[in-house]
């Protein structure tokens, strides 16, 4: 059983990646624990001793308030293990401590900024995004279905894409199309000969069926990130590795409304 961190806001963000993880059981076998990180503003980090362990424990009863409105309103069907931990602090720090201390395979959260390639790259390189000792499942929409697919292609590592795909879905019957990218400056989907994808086409294809994995499609395809991005919509998640520089299939990821399991 893998164990995996949610991370919850009051808002629509943490609404959709509440619903979504009704749906994640079937495509990863894992336990999901809530937090949620209220972060003070400098009035109430002023003060000291039983001054300020006062206001955080008002700040922390708020945060709870908070979630629990939210678990009220969706009215999720998953059970997630234990009460939500209510933490006071700078938030990516407390994630990243959670996660670390934890030792969780997954990390959860909702996203649903408008596809600028500027701000997805902003995200993705932020620190907790690159300092995550675990994949990023970022929640962008509900498709609710068990195909997945690997984004491979210049700038991928894929034989670290493919043994995390395949460790936090061990024990899952769950379709898997392989998608390999090229960048085209056109604005039409085009579906390229498989030898186009070469040897890394054929080692990822190796790794996931000695993995246990069926492989639904193979598809060599090139276009704009925009036309690209749009093609993956349908999928419950597309993994790939998590970007470290700009590029074409950096914003492939920024354009897409699937969701996204990022491996490091």
């Excluded at 909702?110 to 620190?127: D, I, R, W, Y």
């Amino acid at each position: 059983m893998k164990k995996a961190l949610l991370c919850l806001d009051e808002n629509l963000a943490s609404s959709i990646a509440l619903r979504y993880a009704d749906c994640i059981p079937d495509l990863i076998e894992t336990d999901i624990y809530l937090i949620h990180v209220e972060e003070p503003d400098k009035r109430q980090q002023a003060g000291t001793g039983w001054v300020r362990r006062t206001m955080e424990k008002g700040i922390k009863e708020l945060g709870r308030e908070a979630v629990q409105r939210l678990l009220r309103t969706e009215k999720v069907k998953f059970r997630f293990k234990g009460a939500p931990n209510i933490v006071v602090g700078e938030r990516e720090r407390e994630i990243l401590f959670e996660l670390k201390v934890g030792e969780y395979d997954l990390y959860i959260e909702g996203n649903v900024s408008t596809p600028n390639p500027a701000e997805f790259f902003s995200l993705v390189t932020s620190k907790l995004y690159s300092k995550a000792p675990c994949p990023i499942l970022m929640v962008k929409n509900l498709a609710v279905n068990n195909r997945v697919a690997l984004l491979c292609g210049e700038g991928v590592d894929h034989d670290l894409l493919v043994g995390s795909f395949l460790h936090l879905t061990e024990n899952r019957d769950i379709e898997v199309d392989m998608v390999f990218y090229r960048f085209q400056e056109k604005d039409e989907l085009s579906f390229l000969d498989r030898r186009e994808g070469g040897s890394d086409l054929e080692a990822v294809e190796k790794g996931l069926q000695e993995g246990g994995k069926k492989i639904r499609g193979c598809h060599v395809i090139s276009g704009t990130p925009e036309v690209v991005g749009d093609y993956l919509k349908d999928f419950a998640f597309v993994a790939s590795t998590l970007p470290t520089r700009k590029s074409p299939h950096m914003e492939v990821m920024a354009n897409t409304p699937a969701s996204l399991l990022l491996c490091h």
